[in-house]
Nanobody, 126 residues
Framework: QVRLVESGGGSVQAGGSLTLSCAASGYTSSMTCMGWFRQAPGKEREGVAT???????????YYADSVKGRFTVSRDRVKNTVYLQMNSLEPEDTAMYYC????????????????WGQGTQVTVSS
C-alpha cells in the first residue's frame, strides 16, 4: 500500500507561481508513475503531468497540453517526493490538485492511478 501526502497549495494572483509537493511512503517500489491531477468545481478530474519513476537516471515526464511550458514535474528519489512547479498561473488553473500513483500505465488518465492523496487547493485570482 502507498500513502501520498500533498502540500504547497495556496492562493496566488495570475502570473504567479506555486510549487506543490507529494511525498510517498509505504510500498513505493511498486509504483510506475507519480502524477498530478486537478479537479475544478463542476468539472471532471483531469491529468496535469506525470513522471515515470522506475528509472534511476532520466526522469521521463508527460504534460497536458494546457500546462506545457508552464508546469514542470520533478522528483527527489531519496525523499520519494515528486514536485509540481507551476509558473504563469492562470485563473483557469484554479482547482483541487491531487497527487496519484500508478502501478502500470503512465497515461494521464485518472483511472490508471490507484493510490491518491487528499488533495491541495490552488486558487488563482485575476
Amino acid at each position: 500500500q502507498v500513502r501520498l501526502v500533498e502540500s504547497g497549495g495556496g492562493s496566488v494572483q495570475a502570473g504567479g507561481s506555486l510549487t506543490l509537493s507529494c511525498a510517498a511512503s509505504g510500498y513505493t517500489s511498486s509504483m510506475t508513475c507519480m502524477g498530478w491531477f486537478r479537479q475544478a468545481p463542476g468539472k471532471e478530474r483531469e491529468g496535469v503531468a506525470t513522471g515515470y519513476i522506475l528509472t534511476a537516471g532520466a526522469f521521463f515526464t508527460y504534460y497536458a497540453d494546457s500546462v506545457k511550458g508552464r508546469f514542470t514535474v520533478s522528483r527527489d528519489r531519496v525523499k520519494n517526493t515528486v514536485y509540481l512547479q507551476m509558473n504563469s498561473l492562470e485563473p483557469e488553473d484554479t482547482a483541487m490538485y491531487y497527487c496519484a500513483a500508478s502501478f502500470q500505465s503512465c497515461a494521464l488518465e485518472p483511472a490508471e492511478y490507484k493510490s491518491w492523496g487528499q488533495g491541495t487547493q490552488v486558487t488563482v485570482s485575476s
